[in-house]
């Protein structure tokens, strides 16, 4: 059985939804459809990268990303429910 996917985007914080958190928000969801339950996309509050925002937490492997466009919500749905490798280009850390 593979693992359950979550994809926190922050849209409740004081930047991202400033610099297109929404947008990305809208986009993930777009592309998680028709995933089933394997990838659910949540949108939260700050996840204290404000400062990379739009900031994304993919769970349970806590992968970090910053400076998501809706032109990446694709490649981070497709990458994630392969299993593949964190999309190195978007990781960011505090
Ligand atoms: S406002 Fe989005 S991570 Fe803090």
């Not at 089933?36 to 990303?65: N, T």
Request: glycine share 10%; with cysteine.
């Amino acid at each position: 059985m593979s693992k359950k996917i979550k994809i926190y985007v922050c849209t409740e914080g004081k930047k991202c939804p400033k610099r297109g958190g929404k947008d990305v928000a809208r986009a993930l969801h777009k592309a998680a459809e028709g995933t089933g339950d394997q990838l659910v996309v949540k949108e939260c509050k700050c996840l204290d990268l404000c400062k990379k925002g739009p900031a994304v937490v993919v769970m349970p492997d806590k992968v970090r990303y910053g400076r998501v466009t809706e032109a990446d919500a694709a490649e981070i749905v497709s990458t994630h429910l392969a299993g593949g490798e964190p999309i190195k280009r978007l990781q960011t850390r505090k």
